[in-house]
């Protein structure tokens, strides 16, 4: 029996009742709707969820330099001056899990305005990627300092909104001039509010300037500089790098032949560390890799040393967000399963009486040459059929109220083509199985009794 | 048209029920030639609807052996019946057995399904057609079993029978539902086919009117061959109402 013989043959089965065809396809209308409208609904509140952990920072990196030491005296970590901002140039070049990455030069200096003063939690010297990083783009007021701000130490800083309580009474800092360590900036924008960290710390309390400002200009050089006496790397030592002032040429540049017969690692401007966030959750992993090994080649560490630098990840965070994700489509998954079970059931039921009352129909198409494969065939093409159909009927349904749901309640939702597919195939499936047992067994039945069958 | 089409040579068929056995067939050996038009008859129990099962491959033996057509069939798988029940045996049943809410054309073309002729949809449509024409129900052939009548229904079960041009047509008690003017009407349906189409009968029935249009008449008790006479001479003229009962021609006993 051909493939569209046994097609025809169920259609023809189908339409012959169609009332109950249509109630048997509800089961699975049903199920496949909650399914696909529950998958749509969960993957947009799951990632609109891990989209609050993430900016949380959990998708974000640290990288820390490494260790300095002198005559067997530590000190500690971040002492030794082996982090660049070219580093981080070249990290956001080359590393294709990094979303963003920003240079982190610290500071504490106090404040001044007017007649105030306040020593922020934070002063950090930057670039506009950090807001990137952490995921606090959004301004309050005014606008982010600018690349060329950087790249021209400008006296630029935007401030937090704790800053603007302590030191402005409020009023709105924008376009005001500031007093850093005695150095004129000027504010051009406020951050929006974003509460404490997980540690309690006031992130708000912030002052965030170009990173060359608050190296050159604010601390003279950096914090681990001015506790490390053994580095004589000094921001007026650096050499051959125009991209940053305070690196003026003071030896004369070497030949190609030079750079290849004396390789002198040479010294480019610290910063204290490099923020960076991964692309996603699962990125985090790989990111960490890929900064490795472009940092230990540009740090032209050999195989077996150390690293001079370490890279550390919100490992907590991280796995919250994973577990949170996890338990969310854990959830919904068992939903589904449940829903589609219930489907399947109610096709098997109807199957199994549709083979007891066509038991006569049977026996007629076993007299007039069907095998009992044909039979079996034609049963599990019916069922088949009814789970295709009630699930490309549920799917409309579920995108339908998965569209409403959006459109009237404003939950976030998330199409997804695997749970689109996934439908499909499992109707399908269920079709198969919760068919498989009505059509065996009415493969079984004997011709001779079938068509006597009252 | 002389040449054997069934032979059963010892048939017996025994049924357990529990641990009882039912011996329904004792030993039955049988000749049908090609072209033959026969009628079982026997009171009830006697055997003949088990035979007729077994002469249409429904059942099997439980011992002895049967040759259909030149191929012993007795021994076949399950599947390998079921392709000689499409290609070789036409049915028709007491109650019809027609398929609800199925217009006739679609009937008549049902067992095609099963077919491996690939013949063509146009072709097998104009089969049915034809087939449909001959029984007489060309104008309703759109029509579903709820629109047609007794008689109009077997026609269509009748043409059923045919549409795989089977050499043997097995009818288990065709007139039992119909009334006396339609059962005229099939009689002479398959008078017409066994005559012109040379298609093979083999009715069961206990209607002596029915059994009277056969030539041959076997007569089953107990599980066995009461009696088997061949009705020599020409057909009987067609019956009007119940005149059939007494077929003239002689009769002579074989067997």
Known sequence: MTIKKTLGTAIRALRRNITRSALTVLGIVIGIAAVIAMMEIGKGSSGSISKTIASMGANNLLIFPGTASTGGVSFGGGSSLTLTAEDCDAIIRECSAIAAAAPLVRARPQLVYQD???????????TPAYLTVRDWSQMADGDIFTDADVRNAS????????LVRELFGGVNPVGKEIRVKNVAFTVVGVLTAKGANAFGMDQDDILLAPWTTIKYRVSGSSTASSTTASTSTTSSANSADSTYPGATAIFPAQSSTQAADAPMPVRFANVDQVIMSATSGEQIKPAIREVTSLLRERHRLQTGEPDDFSIRDMTESANALASTTNMMTNLLLAVALISLVVGGVGIMNIMLVSVTER???????????????????QFLTEATLLCLIGGLLGLALGRGAALMVQKFLRWPVESSVEAIIASIVVSAVVGIVFGFYPAWKASRLDPIEALRYE | MSDTLVKLNDIRRTFRVGEISVHVLRGITLEIERGAYVALTGSSGSGKTTLMNLLGCLDRPTSGEFWLDGVEVSRMSSDARAMIRNKKIGFVFQNFNLLPRTTALEQVMMPLAYTNSGLSERDAKKRATDLLKMVGLGERMDHRPSQLSGGQQQRVAIA??????????????PTGNLDSRTTAEILEMFDRLNRTEGITIILVTHDPTVAGHARRNIRLRDGMIESDTIREGPPPTLPSHGDATHPSGTERQVA
């Open chain 1, 359 to 377: 038991t006569r129909e049977i026996g007629l198409r076993m007299a007039v040459g069907a095998r009992s494969r044909d039979i079996l065939r």
């Open chain 2, 160 to 173: 059923r029978a045919l549409i795989n041009q089977p050499p043997v047509l097995f009818a288990d008690e």
């Open chain 1, 155 to 162: 006296r630029v800083c935007v401030v937090g909104q704790t």
């Open chain 1, 116 to 126: 105030k003063n306040w020593v922020p939690t934070f002063v950090y010297g930057s």
